[in-house]
């Protein structure tokens, strides 16, 4: 099961592949861990020991910079060794099955690998059949979850916010092929936000999309009202050539954020995205760039955030104690 | 040839009515009488069946035992001896193997390979087209002579149904029934999990109930402009149920199967990613369960079938999505059928009958039954029976079955095919002594 994978035997992390069974103070836990570490990067010395001598390896079976220089700096300001590798033009492509690149790379003595894959289910397969010993962090596998990326929305959710218990949050999008939209729809119930509104066209929601937790919108003008949050995905091109959506633009009058839009919203709401952005096409530069915009917080926030998963997930190596 | 005389089990014959205890008597591979001993008869060997019940052999609608072509994931020798240890005498065989069965030569090599292992008895399904393209038709004549009992599309959607008329056209023609697994390309395509709480959940490439009920409503409106004879097979969902009765009552020749995971696992049963669960089409609801029990206890859907797909270890070793379907499913079949009658679901006389006379009704075989003069295909199980689906007790070269470590009740302690006894339990387990 998907919760015992994730803990070890005394309940601490061991594997980050999904928010899903991992309860609310464990998730507080990431992000006051992710708080300690959070002012590093301003220092001087921009360095703690907690990894040192570990090695990371950083797999990347689909292509990533922002998720992937942000893991390396993490581990990089733990002290770890870290190694990426580009899979998608690699191994792979030469016929090798994933399990083989993993017994491959297991034999170089590993302590963790970070793994984002095209396909769902794909870290939780590497986490069922790589060496005990090993950590699996989870970076984005298919439509499934983004953990580490909807834990840094709630870290930077929270330094603003502080409380998730009155907040009403609004996604926007292409729900239907969000890996992040899942992480943070179960990472915000299990916060206990008091709303969480999904707002779309039905082309871009999953069938019984309210089973997830979640108020149903299709209409932007509506939706946001009594908003605190507003999160934005990114829409994909190919959505617009398999028939999901008309057209860029028509997707823009109905669902892309505006300055007039945003007014709709509560008056202090911010702005989140996780990027990369489509500007004029989701949202307008106005709103992107505007005061209300935490994108770039979230950006920063990504590497305190992702330090504190590596560093509890290796914490029965010596991490942390 | 030998006599034997299967003793003082319950004997269980839907097609003949007969639910009592009593004997079998067998000579020359035939059926010479039930209850009513021959005069004169002197058994070459005694079947002890007290407190097991004696029924025709099995015939299963769809089974895959990857040979010609896929031998690495199973053979015809280790799979109709799981068969033989699963009841089954009798088997149809789904064209998509390598290459497909859209020629005699490939037919008769199935027949070839069938009659060396020896067990049960293998009726290939010929391809509805060539390849099973969907572009061309097959030669189903020269498929039909060559020993095909029918003509399906296996798994493959036929997106023109231009050329799904003609094909049924010509398969009327030659009074060719055909199997068909509806599933509509467009709506299923690339899907792994029914478009439900768990795809969605788990962000999975779904496949709506609507991509095999809008395939079963086209192919109800070509049947009846046709006149070709249709059975549907491995029915997943709710409206499939509803569609197929109104059909019957509506006066068209048609059946429907359903197979035997459909009426025990639903989505809610899949532990995250395991693909041991991926299977064509996919787990669906509990509502469609419900559905699919309904309709087999009402007659709506005439038989079981096992669906068996067998897989090597590497096809169900991936993230879910990139795993081959299917399950390894004919050693669960009566242990299954026996929950279904224990949960009250069925009586125990309609699951034999779904597995015996009902695929014999439609395949219009003289046989799933225990009528004198018909082919002495026997299954004596114990239904009290328990054990556990590990290792020891499997014989299917495919072990990717979702069973796996259960604990099950219901054994096959004995088969007899044509008068000869293929599996006997006693001999491997020490079972009655």
């Known amino acids: 099961m998907a919760d015992n994978l994730q803990l070890n035997s005394e309940g601490k992390l061991k594997h980050f592949l999904t928010i899903e069974g991992l309860d609310k103070s464990l998730l507080t836990e990431i992000l006051d861990t992710a708080e300690s570490f959070a002012g590093v990067s301003e220092q001087q010395v921009k360095k703690y020991p907690l990894l040192r001598g570990k090695t990371i390896v950083n797999l990347f079976f689909e292509n990533s910079t922002r998720t992937r220089t942000t893991f390396e700096l993490a581990a990089t300001r733990l002290s770890a060794d870290v190694l990426s590798m580009n899979i998608a033009t690699s ?37 069922q059949h790589t060496a005990p ?27 603003i916010k502080q409380d998730f218990s009155h907040l009403r949050v609004a996604i926007i999008g292409d729900i239907l092929h969000s890996r992040v939209a899942r992480s943070q729809i179960l990472a915000l119930n ?26 149903v919108s299709h209409n932007l003008n509506e939706g946001l009202k009594d908003i605190d949050v507003i999160i934005m995905l990114r829409l994909q091109k190919e959505r617009m050539t398999s028939a999901l959506l008309p057209s860029e633009s028509e997707y823009f009058k109905c669902f892309g954020l505006t300055e007039e839009k945003l007014k709709i919203a509560k008056p202090d709401a911010i702005v989140m995205h996780p990027g990369p952005i489509n500007r004029g096409v989701e949202i307008d530069s106005k709103v992107a760039d505007g005061p209300q915009s935490v994108i770039l917080k979230q950006v920063s926030n990504g590497i305190a955030v992702r330090m504190a998963v590596m560093s509890m997930a290796m914490q029965r190596q010596g991490a942390l104690s | 040839m030998s006599r034997i005389q299967i003793s003082q089990g319950r004997i ?58 896929q031998s690495r994931k199973a053979t015809f020798a280790s799979e109709t001896v799981a068969a033989a240890s699963a009841g089954v005498t009798t088997l149809c065989l789904q064209p998509d193997t390598v290459p497909v069965i859209d020629t005699p030569a490939v037919a008769e090599l ?18 509805l087209s060539q390849k099973l393209e969907g572009n061309e038709l097959s030669n189903m004549l020269s498929l039909k002579q060559a020993g095909c009992i029918a003509v399906g599309n296996a798994n493959q959607p036929v997106k023109n149904l231009l050329i799904l008329r003609r094909a049924m056209e010509y398969a009327a023609s030659h009074d060719l029934l055909l199997m068909f697994r509806p599933n509509d390309y467009w709506l299923g395509h690339k899907g792994c999990a029914h478009e439900g709480v768990f795809a969605t959940r788990y962000g999975l490439p779904s496949i709506p109930e609507a991509a095999e009920t809008i395939a079963l409503a086209q192919c109800l409106e070509l049947a009846e402009l046709t006149g070709c004879r249709v059975h549907f097979g491995q029915l997943s969902g709710k409206r499939s149920v509803i569609r197929i009765h109104q059909a019957k009552k509506y006066g068209l020749d048609v059946s429907a199967d359903v197979a035997m995971h459909q009426l025990h696992l639903t989505e809610n049963d899949i532990a995250p990613f395991d693909s041991a669960y991926h299977v064509l089409p996919p787990l669906r609801t509990e509502e469609d369960k419900e559905y699919l029990r309904q309709g087999l206890a009402g007659g709506t859907i005439n038989s079981i079938c096992s669906d068996h797909q067998p897989h090597d ?27 279904l009658v224990a949960q009250r679901a069925i009586t125990l006389t309609q699951g034999i009958a779904a597995l015996t006379e009902k695929p014999a009704q439609i395949l219009r075989l003289r046989n799933g039954a225990l009528t004198p003069g018909f082919a002495a295909d026997v299954c004596v199980f114990d239904p009290e029976l328990t054990w556990q689906v590990n290792q020891d007790n499997w014989k299917s070269q495919g ?13 096959v302690t004995h088969t007899l095919q044509g008068g000869r006894i293929i599996h006997e339990l006693a001999q491997e387990a020490g079972y009655g002594k």
């Open chain 1, 133 to 159: 010993h090993i950590s699996v962090i989870n970076a984005g596998d298919g439509q499934h979850a983004h953990p580490t990326q909807a834990m840094l929305d709630m870290f930077t959710i929270r330094q």
């Open chain 1, 190 to 215: 299990t916060l206990g936000a008091a709303e969480i509104r999904v707002i779309a066209p039905k082309t871009l929601l999953p069938a019984h999309v309210e089973t997830l937790g979640v108020t």
């Open chain 2, 12 to 69: 269980i014959d839907p097609a003949n009515k007969i639910d009592h205890v009593g004997s079998v008597y067998i000579a020359d591979g035939k059926i010479v009488s039930v209850l009513n001993e021959p005069d004169g008869f002197r058994p070459d060997r005694v079947i002890d069946a007290r407190n097991q019940i004696i029924c025709p052999g099995f015939i299963d609608l769809s089974t895959r035992l990857r040979e010609p072509g």
């Open chain 2, 313 to 339: 270890l590497d096809a169900k070793l991936g993230a879910f999505p990139e795993t081959e379907p299917g399950m390894s499913t004919l050693e669960t079949l009566l242990p299954l059928m026996l929950t």
């Open chain 2, 399 to 411: 072990v990717n079955t979702p069973f796996w470590g259960q604990t099950l009740k219901g054994r």
């Open chain 1, 91 to 127: 191994a792979t492509s030469k016929g090798e099955s994933l399990l083989d690149t993993i017994r491959n790379l297991e034999s170089m003595f590993v302590d963790m690998f970070v793994v984002r894959h095209n396909i769902s289910g794909a870290a939780h397969f590497i986490a």
């Open chain 2, 110 to 127: 199935v027949k070839d390979l069938a009659e060396k292992a020896g067990y049960a008895q293998i009726h290939p399904i010929a391809a």
